[in-house]
């Protein structure tokens, strides 16, 4: 019989609001543009693309979009900390 | 006195029925010059984002209209139309929460300035549901708002818009 794994503590309020503050923080001009001028895979582009097409043809019209999206963000709250 | 004021504060603590078409429909109703930016725009052009925001960029003259626009759905203004316009932004705030830019230009994270009136000149539309349509910028004027704040998920953003961008030139 196997062991049940550990529980996984979720990460603390402050944690979370130190990440939220490095997310949330403006980049220099030379920061900004090394983030978006670097060199796109095609791994990455397909990446990209291929979650546009799942998105777009599970939900094909901007107002499914929109209340995914809505729906997909509550969930998310609920199990935040 | 207090049961007159319980209804109204029962209105403002109870949960907001929102419902997103309407909401679109009420922007468009109200005459307000009001672009969708920022990631819902995003998610409706087909990236699966997630945000908590509605992000709109509105004329500066038009503040008072947006807000009528909107008072159906019990969305409160932080300040009044006048500091809202000489602060460049403000919020409406209930459950939802939109963020309002107001001013008539802003400049990207690299200084290029950027005019609402420019950007409105180059619109798009897209039918949000049925009969309802949502205003947002072009695709390249959109990734030039992306640049406004300049923050780690805008790049992100950016490099998944200039992915989409490339696909569509094909």
Known sequence: MMNKPPLMNPPSAEALARVRQIAERRLSAEEFDAYVNAPMSEDERREILDSVAWFTRRYPTPGERLAAARLAYKRWVKGMP | ???DEFPLI???VEASHFEEAKFFAAIAASGARALLIGRRALIALGLPLLTRDYDFWIHADDV???NAGVSGFDLFPSQSPEEA????RYVLENDEKVDVLVARTVFTVDRVRVGFDEVWARRRLIEVNAGVEA???SLDDLILTKRFG???KDAEDIRMLEALRSQESK
């Open chain 2, 1 to 3: 006195m207090l049961a």
């Open chain 2, 10 to 12: 029962l209105r403002l």
């Open chain 2, 64 to 66: 008072a209209a947006f």
């Open chain 2, 85 to 88: 316009r000489a602060k460049g």
């Open chain 2, 135 to 137: 205003v947002i910028p």
């Open chain 2, 150 to 152: 300049a923050r780690p």
